[in-house]
């Protein structure tokens, strides 16, 4: 999987894209390395910020190629997201992931590229670039480690994996009905189970919910780095999904030599414990969350 593509996500932050730009060419393969941008269209027309984003897309260097493309409309994130990879991942086998308001180390393309040839013949679903702020065990001895989850804030997976998923999920009120399957769904999280109902609802428009959904139901974890190659810089309230904090602040990988990858693709318990944190509601709103999917499932 040498010289996967990477694609870009962007839509009305100028100076986030400028800074992601100028991150991923701080890594030594972007020259070998070919680029897509996706760039979502205004909601309203002569939106200053999107006109910009259109101006730094046409004048990107430093990769062996650029391919812009711009939608003439706004569609969103999720369907951007959707029909960009659909289409680049056909083309090429597998693809990385990379959204505007993100910010990557020095060594993201080579550590991406590594653990997409690594796991590719594997029951691995997609890979991660960023981690959450986990408590490793001092006895661990890899540099990644198995989770039920999916990251959205810089990943790869493959062709035959991404169009695996059933964008529609149209086994959702079967799952729903069942408590065993909604607790197993849960254990990365007990937000994700909540996050699919928003989704069915139509009150969130989600990729990575049902990108989540659809390793859940194979079976197939994403691999995630014990540190991250990914920080997320729209934590500072200039993005639609994640709010101005701190709570995603995680230790960065400064240097990277061989490549301890884990071949055991169970969850670690102790990992996975500490990894839930960062994702688990408080109980006032798992409250809430367990009236909602009654309400759901009384309804059907």
Not at 215 to 243: C, E, H, W
Request: charge should be neutral; hydrophobic fraction near 35%; charged fraction near 25%.
């Amino acid at each position: 999987m040498d010289n996967t593509p990477i694609i870009i996500f962007a839509y009305n932050r100028p100076a986030h894209l400028v800074r992601l730009i100028e991150s991923l060419r701080k890594n030594p393969e972007c020259t070998d390395t070919d680029l897509y941008v996706y760039a979502d269209g205004a909601k309203n027309d002569g939106d200053a910020d999107v006109e910009a984003v259109k101006g730094i897309i046409n004048k990107i260097e430093g990769f062996k190629s650029v391919t812009p493309i711009f939608r003439d409309k706004n569609i969103g994130l999720a369907a951007n997201i959707i029909d960009g990879v659909t289409s680049t991942i056909n083309q090429h086998g597998a693809a990385i992931v990379l959204e505007d308001d993100l910010v990557v180390t020095p060594h993201f393309i080579k550590y991406m590229q590594a653990a997409l040839n690594h796991y590719k013949d594997t029951n691995a679903f997609s890979i991660a670039g960023y981690t959450p702020p986990v408590d490793i065990p001092n006895d661990y001895k890899y540099d990644t480690y198995a989770v039920m989850r999916n990251c959205s804030w810089g990943w790869a997976t493959w062709q035959d994996r991404w169009n695996k998923v059933d964008w529609n999920v149209k086994d959702f009120t079967e799952f729903f009905a069942d408590d065993n399957a909604v607790n197993d769904f849960n254990k990365a999280g007990n937000d994700l189970s909540t996050m699919l109902l928003k989704q069915q609802k139509g009150q969130i428009g989600s990729w990575s919910i049902r990108f989540c959904y659809a390793s859940f139901r194979l079976q197939m974890p994403t691999i995630y780095p014990v540190k991250s190659f990914v920080i997320n810089g729209g934590a500072d309230g200039s993005g639609s999904n994640v709010g101005n904090t701190s709570k995603y602040q995680t230790v960065t990988m400064d240097t990277l030599n061989e490549i301890r990858f884990c071949d055991d693709l169970l969850p670690h318990p102790e990992i996975l414990k500490s990894f839930r944190k960062t994702y688990d509601t408080s109980l006032q709103r798992r409250i809430i969350n367990w009236w909602k999917r009654r309400q759901w499932n009384l309804g059907r």
